[in-house]
């Protein structure tokens, strides 16, 4: 009797020894691992005149005797075109502001010794004198459609006489845009 006495719990204090071992040995057989996830939010873009942000309209060389009278405009002779390409997004959204305006609509010449005098410009999206003039106040929104990765925003320059006289000399100017993309 004393043998089974013996034998008993040790047989028992083997079992569970066992099973702490078994249970040790699947908690230490593991494999540990991370997983990372990448990616970005991007805004859609474009390129503007292939990389030529900043450029020259040149309006051309016109007689005196072109503006009679008050209120009378005469088209540039080259138009402004802004082209978009390698567009991500869907829609282009221009805005034009000049920070030396006559009114919402005409942008005022460089006043210098040799500049003329009496004129403004203004800028239509058609070369037809009778459209209005756009506004470049920085607040109108010009939309387009982006498609094919492409858009592509033309305005016509137009002189317009804000004075009963005009003076001979160099004309000048400049209008900032902001394109902003969706």
Known sequence: MKLKYAVLPAAVA???SAAASAADTVDTVHDQGRIYFLGSVKAPTCVVNDGQKNFTVMLGDFEI?????SDTQVR????????LTECTGQWANLRLEAT????DSMIKFAETSNSAKGLALGLKSTDD???PFIKVDGK?????????????YKFYPFIYQIADIVESGKLRAQVLYTIRYS
């Open 14 to 16: 083997m079992l569970f």
């Open 65 to 69: 005797s072109s503006f009679p009278q």
């Open 76 to 83: 540039g002779n080259e138009a402004v075109q802004i082209k």
């Open 100 to 103: 030396d305006r006559y009114n």
């Open 129 to 131: 004198a009778a459209a």
């Open 140 to 152: 109108e929104n010009n939309w387009q459609p982006i498609q094919a990765k492409t858009a592509t």
